[in-house]
């Protein structure tokens, strides 16, 4: 089987309370609303590659894109739906195609080149907080690829905003740019007053036939 797989067999046991059981799936991903509650379950949330494929992006194709980067936009959502909820306030939604933020990625091309895949919107915005993906911004906005000198020294970027991001309480509030409402990036999540109504589960994208290549094998 390609693509990432559900750990809950444990789940289904005789044991397990029926509400977990009948919340899951038939591959064991979790069933949830559009607020990351499962089903049958209001005061418990899902996040990450254990949730049911339609909370991710999916980029013009069938197969959920289930990343680190999506899951941290989950781990956003349920924080921020958890206060909500103990606030007595509408819940927030996630729309999984506006992930502007969750797009991004450095491919090395030798010692001084690479090819970075990023939207030129979060590119612009990982600037302004010290983050350079580097790539010609015109190449970005038309292909959403570009080469770059900068690649190679991606690791040292990377640690160096991680580092940033532990340190500095304005990079800090710039990384969560989504809940801090940064006007840098397209959020990708919606208000609450925007939020569409909480759809029922559908099968996971992933019942289809298999004709994409792995997701999680190919990152
Ligand atoms: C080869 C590969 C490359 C990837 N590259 C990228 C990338 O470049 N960028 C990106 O954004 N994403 C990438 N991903 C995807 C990313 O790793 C996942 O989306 C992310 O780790 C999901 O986080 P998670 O916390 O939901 O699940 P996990 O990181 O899988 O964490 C789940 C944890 O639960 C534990 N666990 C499992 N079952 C049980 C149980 N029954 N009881 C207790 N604990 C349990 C596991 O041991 C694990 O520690 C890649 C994945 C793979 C496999």
């Known amino acids: 089987m390609h693509g990432p797989r559900a750990n809950t067999d444990a789940l289904k046991d005789a044991q397990t309370d029926s509400v977990i059981q009948s919340a899951l799936d038939d591959k064991g991903f979790v069933k949830v609303d559009d607020h990351l509650r499962l089903h049958g379950a209001p005061n418990v949330f899902a ?7 339609r909370m ?6 069938a197969k959920p894109e289930r990343t680190a980067e999506f899951a941290t936009v989950h781990g956003v959502v349920a924080v921020e739906n958890i206060i909500r909820t103990v606030q007595d306030e509408a819940l927030m939604s996630i729309d999984r195609d506006r992930n502007v933020y969750g797009q991004s990625l450095g491919v090395d091309m030798g010692p001084e080149k690479g090819v970075a895949v990023i939207h030129h919107e979060k590119a612009e915005y990982l600037k302004t907080i010290g983050f350079d993906f ?15 000198d900068k690649i190679p020294g991606v690791k040292m970027y990377i640690t160096s905003i991680i580092a940033q991001c532990n340190m500095n309480a304005e990079a800090h509030a710039g990384f969560w740019a989504m809940k801090a409402g ?16 909480a759809e029922e589960a559908k099968p996971d994208e992933e019942a289809k036939p298999a004709e994409e290549a792995p997701a999680a094998a190919e990152e």
């Open 47 to 53: 996040i990450g590659d254990i949730v049911e494929g």
């Open 182 to 197: 940064y006007p840098e990036v397209v959020d990708p999540l919606k208000p609450a007053e925007e939020a569409k109504p």
């Open 56 to 61: 991710f992006p999916t980029t013009g194709g």
């Open 134 to 148: 580097g790539g010609d911004p015109e190449e970005l906005k038309r292909d959403g690829a570009s080469v770059s």
